[in-house]
């Protein structure tokens, strides 16, 4: 008996291991990092997941903007290769992070959160500047 309650419980331990840790589908990195790859890559969407808002008030130059709360588990025409390289931000790096996990699981293999745009020291422009 004394064997059997033993396995049970190093069972239930075990399993309890297994779903705490999460592992990402996306890579995540600092904006510092994130200027270099601008430098260095050419193919790469900038993913803005704010609202339309503060998208209008300020943004990095070259990035389109679809809010978090609108990807969901349809396809987004605006982000048709699955494969290309989509750098996500936010306003803090809270939206950044559930945007780049949904879209992981919605198929999309290369994707890279950053944070947000309160930690970005590079150029911002406003309205629909580009």
Known sequence: MKK?????????LLS???SASATLNYKQISTDEAVTMMQEQSDYIILDVRTEEEFEEKHIPGAICIPNETIGSEEIPELADKDQLIMVYCR??????QAAEKLAKLGYTNIVEFGGINDWTGKTVSGAEQ
């Open 4 to 12: 059997i309650v033993i396995a049970i419980v190093s069972i239930l």
């Open 16 to 18: 309890g291991c297994g």
């Open 92 to 97: 803090s790096g809270n939206r950044s992070k």
